[in-house]
């Protein structure tokens, strides 16, 4: 009797342990998936607070500081539309990671005449999507010099196919992000405007 | 009974936040588009000049001639430079070198003068050229713009008349597992110029320097041939001679052969290679002089002993070091994976092996180096595996741990393999600790990816008695990788030192690495008076080995004081990289040496003028700069196709020259992950809330 009961119980035991076992297992996966995801953005935004903060250093001291300690990065101008109620902070130091954390500034053969802004579609060049022609956007380097543009084009290349004059005739901006805004993976298309320097 | 009173409250609270998180997240992702194909990493590249259609007016053919006597090689470059329009111009052609070469003689020949090139530091070369430019004088110039890469400028060429650029370098002759082998690059490959070099005006100029048009392949039919001549007397019986990319005619005598192109002519599209053997035993020819302004140079060529003498290959202790900083993350950091778990492949029982990794911080694998057993080998390869590049780079302490050698005087082989990109700081510091604290560990740099800071580490690994080894990126990286580890488990004589009785010998390496089969090392040495005899010793399978060569026999070449001013000039830039000389002194002891040695280096050009004007004022000039032909097997299209495209593109712009530029990534992708997460947990969560209703039920 006694084992009949026994055995019956741990059997139920077993039974009711199974499902909790498998709603632990959704839990876990579900958290390996979603935290390192949601740590992105959240590394995006919280760097940005970082980067504001570097930057109205810079602005301050006319030097580049680290906006932390372990960083490659450093502000080095502010990017705002006014339109769309953007202010993002530009890092220098192009390369993937940099724009882990705002919109990067990538080197150009004709340096001071045409600047490549890029970030990502997911997180600061979000607002790319509303952008449109004759939007202003206004750059505040760390020299406290602000420079004004106006977009001229909104373009959507593949990567590897787009091309400036290689003389250009006024100072240029080019924005450029991923695209489409909602895919779910890499592709070679990029979202590109181009602004002119009007001020 | 109770608990069915008082319903959880904790619960429902979980419930909510959870259709919450459910429904934000499906609004935030919006609608997924399928996926769609992976691209090329997008890394920013400028093709700074990018394509030509327009046959140039300047034609250009090239005749190279090349002696070899002994092992060195003197190459004559002979550049046609024929005008073809009726207007005076300037023509400038980039073209490359070996990157040991030296470059002593520029002549240009009009008509029927001869002028003789000067060596002069380089801003004032310029100054003459465009002076003589300015004034219709006939002149030419010779500049570097990285050790192995030139261009030549030729101004005021008369309408329909052919200006003759002559120029002279010599380099050593590669020897490599018994094969000797000479290299003549014919062609620059259009350059990637990393962009983050590209940060201020200065490095943008030097960037539009070293790149030149390419041809488009309508026109490059016939542009720039290449006629190409070697005597080979390299003072043994040459056999096996062969070119791979060219066919051939090859003439010989017993202890001589001249080799020339059967076509006579070939497109200037591919580099120009010659290998030979030596019949029988490897002769131990290798004692070249030379006197040069009241010092002799000498030039010794150190062959490993036969690897029948060498024992068993004692067991090893290999550090592998590996960078997984920011600037690695994406190819480099793959490729620096790879290459590791592939090293990890290469062990055996009885060898031991630790992993370090280091970003702004580091970890060892292990707290000491652990025998190569299956299950510390997986161990490591899942280590390799999951590295990520994150953060700044901090090698020091990384390089001090690798360094930390818990059985100085044991008799295992001690190697330490750096994987880096070579993006590093503090550099005298690290080059000061491989100095103090080397001991029998030697020290091998692995650069990865495609912008190594290859002084630096040629440096480091000279400092640490090992070698330098650049793999690039993805499937190239493996086999570099297999070619350095498998002549790294070849060492044939180690602790080798050399000893000069007579006067003291400047030599250069300063620190002898070790000698692995089938390489032989190549010192250069300078001192007042050569003489007595020069004695080299080292380990070889446990026992003491030693050489001697008596100085006094040396063959005399005249090319000798030339490769060790080159030489020491690759030693100032290194020291420049390391930071232990500042920029001005590098500088200025390079352009000490390269007027003293007549040698063309980056403080130092070849100008030549022709006293004579000869465009008449008022004529105007115009500069071409002549097109490259594409190397084989690069395709046209793929790399400049773009740029049409990019034209259709911005039609306002299509007549003028266009810039193309890559476009980075833009996107985290995050949305999806984060999808299909929160989902798992929404899952997870309703079961377990489904199962307690159900009790409670």
Do not use: F, L, S
């Given at each position: 009797m006694n084992e009949t009961i026994s055995r019956g119980a741990g059997g139920r035991g077993w039974r009711r342990a199974l499902p909790q076992l498998f709603a632990a297992a959704l839990l876990l996966g579900g958290a390996a998936l979603a935290i390192p995801a949601a740590w992105m953005p959240a590394k995006a935004a919280l760097a940005q607070v970082l980067l504001e903060r570097n930057f109205e250093a810079n602005l301050a001291t006319g030097h580049n500081h680290r906006p932390w300690p372990w960083a490659d990065i450093s502000a080095s101008a502010r990017l705002t539309v006014d339109r769309l109620g953007v202010s993002d902070i530009v890092l220098s130091g192009a390369s993937g990671e940099a724009m882990a954390f705002g919109p990067a500034e990538f080197p150009t053969r004709q340096h001071g005449r045409l600047k490549l802004l890029a970030a990502h579609r997911d997180s600061h060049f979000a607002w790319m999507r509303k952008l449109k022609v004759g939007d202003r956007i206004e750059l505040e380097g760390v020299d406290g010099f602000t420079t004004q543009y106006e977009v001229t084009r909104m373009e959507t290349v593949e990567w590897d196919r787009f091309a400036v004059p290689a003389q250009l005739h006024r100072e240029t901006l080019v924005l450029a992000t991923c695209y489409p805004f909602d895919a779910s993976g890499p592709g070679p298309l990029r979202r590109i405007a181009i602004a002119e320097r009007i001020a | 009974m109770r608990r069915m009173v008082n319903p959880p409250a904790p619960d429902r609270f979980l419930l909510t936040l959870l259709i919450g998180l459910f429904f934000a997240s499906l609004a935030w992702t919006g609608a997924l588009h399928a996926e769609e194909p992976e691209p090329r990493e997008g890394g920013l590249m400028l093709k700074a000049k990018g394509s030509t259609t327009q046959v140039p007016a300047v034609r250009l053919g090239t005749d190279i001639k090349a002696e070899v006597s002994g092992q060195v090689a003197r190459v004559t470059v002979t550049q046609a430079f024929r005008n073809t329009s009726d207007e005076w111009m300037e023509a400038t052609y980039l073209y490359p070198l070996p990157d040991n070469g030296a470059v002593d003689t520029l002549r240009m020949v009009v008509g029927e003068r001869i002028i003789i090139g000067r060596i002069k530091p380089r801003e004032e070369a310029r100054q003459i050229y465009e002076e003589a430019m300015e004034s219709g004088k006939k002149a030419g110039l010779v500049e570097q713009f990285r050790p192995n890469m030139f261009r030549n400028s030729v101004a005021n060429i008369g309408p329909g008349e052919t200006v003759l650029v002559q120029i002279e370098f010599q380099a050593p002759v590669e020897q490599v597992e018994g094969r000797y082998s000479l290299r003549v690059p014919l062609v620059v490959g259009p350059r990637y110029i990393p962009p983050h070099t590209l940060t201020t005006a200065a490095a943008a100029k030097i960037a539009q320097a070293m790149t030149a048009p390419v041809a488009d392949p309508s026109i490059s039919d016939g542009l720039n041939p290449v006629s190409i001549s070697v005597a080979l007397a390299p003072g043994f019986e040459p056999v096996d001679i062969e070119s791979p990319y060219h066919s051939v005619a090859i003439t010989r005598t017993a202890l001589t052969a001249s080799v020339t192109l059967d076509k006579g002519e070939v497109p200037a599209n591919r580099d120009f290679v010659l290998h030979w053997g030596a019949k029988g035993e490897v002769p131990q020819l290798g004692l070249f002089r030379q006197t040069y302004e009241g010092k002799d140079y000498v030039m010794a060529t150190l062959t490993p002993p036969a690897?029948?003498?060498?024992?068993?290959l004692p067991p090893r202790e290999m550090i592998f070091v590996i960078d997984n900083s920011g600037s690695m993350a994406g190819e480099s950091m793959e490729a620096a994976s790879k290459s590791l778990v592939y090293a990890l492949t290469t062990l055996r029982a009885v060898d031991r092996f630790n992993i370090i990794r280091f970003d702004d911080t580091m970890t060892m694998l292990f707290s000491d180096a652990v025998t190569a057993g299956p299950q510390n080998i997986a161990k490591g390869r899942r280590y390799a595996e999951s590295l990520r590049g994150e953060g700044g780079t901090e090698m020091l302490p990384a390089l001090r741990a690798a360094l930390r050698d818990s059985d100085p005087h044991g008799n295992r082989l001690r190697q330490i393999i750096f994987l880096t990109d070579g993006n590093l700081s503090n550099e005298r510091a690290m080059m000061a600790e491989i100095k103090s604290s080397l001991g029998r560990s030697r020290v091998f740099m692995v650069g990865i990816g495609s912008a190594p800071n290859t002084h630096l580490m040629r440096r480091m690994a000279e400092a640490g008695r090992g070698t330098f080894t650049h793999v690039g990126q993805d499937s190239e990286a493996i086999g570099e990788m297999r070619r350095m580890l498998g002549r790294l488990a070849k060492p044939v004589v180690t602790e080798l030192s050399v000893n000069v009785e007579g006067s003291p010998l400047d030599l250069t390496p300063a620190i002898l690495p070790d000698l692995y089969a089938g390489e032989p090392l190549v010192l250069l040495g300078s001192t007042d008076r050569l003489r007595g005899k020069m004695t080299v010793s080292g380990m070889a399978g446990g026992k003491r080995w030693s050489t001697t060569l008596d100085l006094a026999r040396a063959q005399e070449s005249p090319s000798i004081a030339r490769l060790w001013a080159r030489r020491k000039i690759s030693d100032i830039e290194a020291q420049r990289w390391s930071y232990q000389i500042d920029a001005e002194d590098a500088d200025a002891k390079v352009e000490t040496l390269g007027m003293a040695f007549h040698i063309v280096t980056d403080r130092t050009s070849l100008v030549a003028v022709d006293e004579t004007p000869s465009r008449p004022e008022g004529q105007r000039l115009t500069r071409e700069e002549l097109p490259l032909l594409l190397p084989a097997g690069w395709d046209f299209d793929h790399l400049f196709g773009q740029q049409m495209a990019a034209r259709h593109a911005a039609p306002d712009a299509a007549s003028e020259e266009q810039e193309q530029i890559d476009l980075p990534r833009g996107s985290l992708d995050y949305r999806m992950a984060l999808l299909q997460g929160l989902l798992l947990v929404v899952l997870g969560l309703a079961l377990l809330l489904w199962r307690r209703w159900m009790r409670f039920a």
């Open positions: - | 690897v029948a003498q060498v024992a068993k």
